[in-house]
Structure formats: C-alpha cells, structure tokens
C-alpha cells in the first residue's frame, strides 16, 4: 500500500494558508502525499475560519458533503483544524457530524501522532491546547502561489480582545519570531525567486522581539537581496509610532498601503469594542499617514450593527469613510460569537434587516470613493508585479505598490516579472492600461 494522501481546503485568513502549509511540510515529512482531490484522499482536512457565523456554518456544511464520500471508502478520516477547530473542540464529535480529528493553530506538530491512533483506536481525537511560544519557526513553509508573493508569519496570536473578536481565544496569546530567524526564512525565498514578500501577523505591528521593533524588523528585511517589495497586514491603529510611518514613507521597497481597521467610527461604539482608540484618534493618525507618506492607499474593516449602535453612530462610520476616503475597504455586519466579552454584556438588538440596510449604504458609499479615488490613477504609470493571466485569457493582471489589481493586455510577461503600466480606464476594484515597457 503506498502512502496515504491527504487533501486539505483552506478557509479564511491568509494565516490559514500559511498554516496549512505548515500542516503541509508536517506531514509530508512524515510520510504522507498530498492530492488536489478530495475524492482520492485518505484523510480530508478543512482548515477553518470562525471569526463570523456564516464562515463557520459554511464549515458545517462542507463536512457534511466530504461526509457523503465516507460511505464509498472505508476508513475516510475527516479533520477539521484551525479556528473552528479551536472554537468548537469536541463538539465537532457530536453524532452525526461525522469529524474524526480536531486541531487547534497550536497543535498542528501533533498531528501525526494524533491520526496514528485514530487510525489504531478507531476513536476521536482532539488537540486544542494554545501555547504561548509555538511559532513553527523551523518549518519555513512558505512555498506559495507562483513564487511572487511569499507570506510570512512573524508573529501570532492577538492580546488585543477587542469585545467582539473570538480570535484571542481559538489562536492564542501574542508571540514573535526572532529575526534572524525570519530573515533566514526570507533570505531563502528570494533565493527561491520569490520578489515579495507579506509579513503577516494577526497584530503584526505588534510585533517585538527583545527590544528589536517591527520598524526595524522591516528594514532588516529590507535589505535582503532579491526583495523588491514588502508588504505587511494585518495591523492595528494602536501600534503606529513614528519609526515605522517612516520606514514606510522612506523605504522604496516597503508598499505603499497600509490596511489600518476602523471597525466603527463612533467613539462610544469603538470603546465598547475595546479598540482603544477614538474617531478623532483615528482620524488623526489617518491624516499624519496620508501626509507623511505620498500616494498611499488606505483600506479597512468596518463592522455595522453591534450592539446598540444607533443611526446617528452609524453615521459617523460614514463620516469618517467620507473624511478618510479609503481605497478600499471590507465590510461585515456584526456577528455574535459565543465566549467573546460582546456576547456576553451585549444582547444583539440590531435586526438582520437594520444591519442589512446599513452595510448597503456603507458598500455604495464605498464604491463611489473607490472609483474616484482610482480615477486619480488615470495616465499615471506604474510599475505592476505580475501575478499571472486576468479572467480574459488575452490579459494579464498584477498589482501596483498600493495593491491594486491592474489589468493589461498580455505583452508576454510572466509571474513575477515587473511591467510598466499605463492607466487608462478604472472601475471601483480595478485600473485597466497598457504596458509601456517591461521592466524587469
Ligand atoms: N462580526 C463581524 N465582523 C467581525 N470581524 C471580526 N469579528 C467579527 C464579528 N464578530 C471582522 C473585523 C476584523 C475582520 C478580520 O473581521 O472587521 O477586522
Ligand atoms: Fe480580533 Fe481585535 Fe485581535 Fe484583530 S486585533 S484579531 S479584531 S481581537
């Protein structure tokens, strides 16, 4: 019998994906194949995503249907790792689910060990204890879409318990990689051919490793041969001192977009989801961003309808929306997740049609200050790190350093080349030109 394969989905974050590549390295080390099939594993693993209901029920029911498949081949191992994993624990065992394993982002060395003895017993098995220090800092798994962009964890975890968020409880305390470590892990990428790389954190710009900050962390990396450029997300507002305003405004490699979560625009609000800060805080630190650093792209998370918010708080989301202008931005309606401090001091008292109705302004609003802010790009010219061909065959698609998608007629260029692109029309998500000349 030859080994035994393993397909694995991945849900959520771009944390997830890095660590199912972890799983990925674990276990191909341990003698396991990996098929893109899920109807030719052996062992079916869904890495999941439980920071909105719908994400998690989503989960559910993907299980539900690799259920399905156990009935045509004996001993189909299904597992579920990540946050709903952590979340949900042994609940995933209740009958009918059909789960056979359970593990938690810390746990993910034991699983060898864990579908041995599934395999051996015939019972459950579950692993969710969170440790402080596990960073799978020896794993380097970062391998990746089409060796253009590299994402690197260089710290996990969140301290931060904002009153809404489940991740602090199903990843854990906030840890960091030492730096020479992750330099050695990036070093090896650019080797690899990779041209950027995403340093990614739950609270990246947190990050801080006996005195060594995430400014220096940057600059470090920096100066790796082969890098040309650096991103990093997600962070939080609370951890912008100057240092790193300045690394991003004055070193040509770092991009220039900074993802910064609003959440709410209302200082009540935003105190009650412990954010610590407030809208003219916020606004504030926009507007020294956007002086200090030129063309910078600005995108957000905005959550509508926690609990008791009411219209005119809602209205100063959009206000500060207005005054910001975002690039972009991700909008959730509030979702009520079991454990965290909002579940249990605030009873979700905005109806689905309220919350409905919000996020509608909020999208249209956004989608008028996206167009226009993209109409500022037309005639310019940038440099666009290809990332491969565009839904029309015939064109290619990458991104500028603000991390929009630029879309251009393929002049044959290849992943991971630099392209010189004229913008002549734009939508609220894309710019569309013409290459001008290869760069390199
Ligand atoms: N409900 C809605 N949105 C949420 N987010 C996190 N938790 C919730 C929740 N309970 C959003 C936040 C965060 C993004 C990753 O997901 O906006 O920044
Ligand atoms: Fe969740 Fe807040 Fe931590 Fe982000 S910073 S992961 S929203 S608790």
């Known amino acids: ?91 995933l065992f209740n009958s009918g689910i059909g789960v056979d394993v359970v593990a938690g982002p810390d746990s993910y060395r034991t699983l060898p060990e864990l579908l041995r003895r599934v395999q051996e017993t015939k019972e459950t098995r579950c692993a969710t204890t969170l440790s402080v220090e596990e960073t799978y800092s020896d794993l ?33 305390r906030e840890r960091c990689r030492a730096p020479d470590n992750i ?3 990036i070093t090896a990428l650019a080797a690899k051919g990779y041209k950027q790389v995403t340093l990614l954190g739950q609270n990246v710009n947190s990050y801080k490793y006996e005195g060594f900050t995430f400014a220096q962390l940057i600059s470090a990396v920096s100066r790796i041969e082969g890098i040309r450029r650096i991103r990093f997300t997600s962070p939080h507002p ?11 405004a004055d070193n040509d490699k770092v991009c220039k977009h900074i993802h910064l979560p609003l959440q709410s625009g209302n200082t009540r609000i935003l105190q009650m989801m412990n954010r610590t800060y407030s809208k003219e805080e916020y606004l ?75 996020i509608t302004r909020l999208v249209d609003l956004q989608r008028s200050i996206s167009l226009e802010r993209n109409q500022r790009h037309l005639n310019e010219t940038y440099d666009v790190l290809v990332e491969g061909t565009a839904r029309k065959p015939d064109q290619l698609r990458g991104r500028n350093d ?14 991971g080349d630099f392209v010189n692109v004229r913008i002549e029309e734009v939508t609220p998500n894309t710019l569309i030109g013409v ?5 390199t």
Not at 149 to 161: E, L, T, Y
Not at 319 to 333: H, L
Request: hydrophobic letters at 40%.
């Open 1 to 91: 019998m030859g080994a035994a394969k393993v397909y694995i989905e991945t849900y959520g974050c771009q944390m997830n994906e890095y660590d199912s590549e972890i799983v990925r390295r674990v276990l191909t080390g341990n003698g396991y194949d990996f098929t893109d099939t899920p109807e030719d594993a052996d062992i079916i693993f869904l890495n999941t995503c439980a920071v909105r209901a719908n994400a998690q029920r989503k989960v559910l029911q993907r299980i539900d249907l690799f259920k399905k498949l156990k009935g045509r081949k004996q001993g189909l191992l299904i597992g579920v790792l990540g946050c709903v994993a952590q979340n949900l624990k042994t609940e």
């Open 140 to 172: 380097f798994p970062a391998q990746q879409s089409g060796k253009v962009n590299a994402w690197v964890a260089v710290m996990r975890g969140c301290d931060n318990f904002c009153s809404f968020c489940v991740v602090p409880y199903t990843r854990g």
């Open 183 to 185: 330099i050695e892990e």
């Open 238 to 248: 609370k951890d912008f001192p100057d240092d790193l305003l300045e690394v991003v």
């Open 284 to 358: 504030a630190l926009a507007h020294r961003m956007r002086e200090r650093i030129g063309n910078l792209a600005l995108t957000t998370d905005i959550i509508v309808g926690f609990p008791t918010e009411t219209r005119e708080e809602y209205e100063d989301t959009l206000d500060v929306m207005r005054q910001v202008e975002f690039d972009a931005a991700f909008m959730f309606k509030y979702s009520e997740r079991a454990g965290t401090a909002a579940a249990q001091k605030y009873p979700d008292d905005i109806s689905a049609a309220e919350k409905t109705d919000r």
């Open 402 to 415: 603000e991390n929009k998608i630029v879309v251009f007629p393929d002049n044959g260029a290849q992943a």
């Open 435 to 439: 290459a001008v000349q290869p760069v």
